[in-house]
């Protein structure tokens, strides 16, 4: 958990650069802008000219850049917003342009890939803490983005042994400034958590709904016009961005593989217990997962995970997690 020594009257970053300017970007920008506190002059950089000209538009930014260079220069804050795949040549890239003593910090949803691309092209003055907000939406794009995103909702820092200790407090000190409760974890512990509670649920809402697409084309029409709350829940999921996903299942694959494999074992016993008219076993099944609903929901009323760190990303009934 954060502790902020900073003096909250004096923002902490002379220069933030956000670079890439899509849900999670323009969320950061945002939020950052309404904290007050966090940056005196937020610079954004997105190579989509569409994207710079709608932020240029909303006007959410102190100042759009044109090239990569020109948001990094002076800047003592680098947050990296792009789909994970990307932060290796953007390093790579920016690094002569990046100030003596800066910080480099990224919001991608996979931890160990991201070190082992970016680690090696940041610069010997940089400091580098990988970070992940656990919060988002399907949306994509400049307009899909909000200044309350991460309020009450965990973002994970995963510095690697030996990380400047004033670095690391910086960045904690910022999240928390845009509301996110911080906390320090293992790359490899956050990879296997988040292929659990994010990762694979994800790849089952897209099997579903392709599955569902499949069909004939009668019933397919049929799927959308009744489709009832379970199938509903899962499109939105599954309207999540191709790029980012596809990133994610690239580059956390050992993980959301070793849950996989869980998970279709445990699918296949349902399987077996639904064939073979098992019904006390699944009902004993159903009586635990309805548990764990009722733990999860009780979780985010009282701030706690069911399962000590948080495992279902802190997402409040208002966000649309909860309907209770
Ligand atoms: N959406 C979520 O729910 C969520 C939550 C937490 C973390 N994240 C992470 O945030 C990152 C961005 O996701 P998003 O939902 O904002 O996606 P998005 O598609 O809304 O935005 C991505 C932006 O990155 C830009 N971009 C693409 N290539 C780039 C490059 N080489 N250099 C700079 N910018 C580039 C795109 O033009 C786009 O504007 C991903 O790494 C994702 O893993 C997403
Ligand atoms: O709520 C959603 O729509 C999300 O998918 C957000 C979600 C998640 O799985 O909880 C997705 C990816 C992130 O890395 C963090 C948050």
New binding site residues.
């Given amino acids: 958990m954060s502790s902020d020594q900073f003096p909250q009257d004096e923002p902490l970053f002379r220069r933030l650069a956000v670079i890439g300017c899509g849900n999670i970007g323009s969320s950061v920008v945002r939020a950052v802008r309404a904290a007050g506190n966090g940056a005196a002059h937020v610079a954004v950089f997105d190579p989509d000219p569409e994207v710079r000209a709608r932020v240029r538009e909303l006007g959410i930014a102190d100042s759009v850049q044109d090239s990569l260079a020109g948001a990094v220069e002076g800047a003592d804050c680098v947050v990296l917003c792009s789909p994970v795949r990307t932060y290796g040549a953007i390093t790579r890239e920016m690094g002569p342009h990046l100030a003596e003593g800066a910080i480099l910090t990224d919001?991608?949803?996979v931890k160990m890939a991201v070190v082992k691309d970016v680690a090696p092209e940041v610069p010997e003055r940089v400091h580098f803490v990988p970070g992940?907000?656990?919060?988002?939406?399907?949306k994509s794009g400049p307009d899909a983005g909000f200044a309350e995103l991460f309020h009450g909702r965990y973002w994970l820092l995963t510095p690697e042994e030996g990380t400047d200790a004033g670095a690391v407090a910086r960045v904690e000190a910022l999240w928390s400034r845009v509301g996110a409760i911080v906390e320090v974890m293992d790359a490899a512990y956050h990879d296997k958590v988040?292929a659990l509670?994010?990762?694979l649920?994800?790849l089952i809402a897209y099997t579903i709904v392709g599955t569902a697409f499949d069909v004939e084309e009668q019933e397919r029409q049929d799927v959308i016009r009744f489709s009832a709350g379970g199938f509903r829940d899962f499109t939105?999921?599954a309207g999540?961005d191709p790029t980012?996903w596809r990133d994610?299942f690239l580059t956390n694959k050992d993980a959301v593989l070793e849950m996989l494999q869980r998970f279709t074992e445990d699918l296949t016993a349902l399987q077996r217990q639904i064939r073979y008219g098992e019904g006390d076993k699944l009902f004993d099944f159903f009586s635990r997962t309805r548990d764990v609903r009722r733990r999860v929901v009780e979780a985010h009323q009282e701030g706690t995970s069911p399962w000590g760190p948080d495992a279902?990303?802190g997402?409040p009934a208002s966000?649309?997690?909860d309907p209770e």
């Fill in positions: 919001v991608g949803s992940h907000p656990v919060a988002g939406t399907e988040l509670t994010s990762h649920p994800h939105r999921i999540s980012m994610i279902n990303g997402k966000e649309g997690g």
